[in-house]
C-alpha cells in the first residue's frame, strides 16, 4: 500500500479553510489574485481566458465581475480556486474583528 503524505497544513486565512471545508460560502473576488503573462492581465482569472488587459486598471474597470462565480458563469460552477475565493475570505477576516482574531491566533 502506498504511503500518504501529509502536505501540512494548508497556509491562508481560517475562513478560506472554512470556505473548502463547506462552513462558509462567498463569492469570488477574481481580481484580487491576478494572472500577469506576456499576453497581458487574464480575464477574469487564470483558470479562464476571456481575453486580456494591457494594465491592472483596465482589467479591474473593463471586467464585468458579476458575470463570474459559481451560480454565474457555468465554467465556474465547481470552483473552489484560490484564486477567486482565498480574496473575499481575505476581505472578510479584515472586516471582522473575531475572524482578525482568529487568524492572528492560527486558529
Ligand atoms: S469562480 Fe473560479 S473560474 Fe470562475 S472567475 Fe472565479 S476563480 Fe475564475
Not at 56 to 66: I, P, S
Not at 79 to 104: D, F, I, N, W
Request: net charge neutral.
Amino acid at each position: 500500500m502506498p504511503e500518504v503524505i501529509s502536505p501540512g497544513p494548508i497556509p491562508g486565512p481560517p475562513l478560506f479553510l472554512d470556505f473548502l471545508e463547506g462552513k462558509a460560502d462567498f463569492g469570488c473576488t477574481a481580481w484580487g489574485i491576478p494572472s500577469y503573462s506576456v499576453f497581458g492581465w487574464q480575464r477574469p482569472c487564470y483558470l479562464m481566458s476571456d481575453g486580456y488587459a494591457k494594465t491592472y486598471r483596465e482589467l479591474v474597470e473593463t471586467t464585468d465581475w458579476a458575470r463570474y462565480g459559481r451560480g454565474r458563469d457555468p465554467r465556474c460552477a465547481n470552483c473552489m480556486a484560490h484564486c477567486g475565493y482565498e480574496p473575499t475570505a481575505v476581505l472578510a477576516t479584515m472586516g471582522s474583528l473575531k475572524q482578525s482574531l482568529r487568524a492572528l491566533s492560527g486558529a
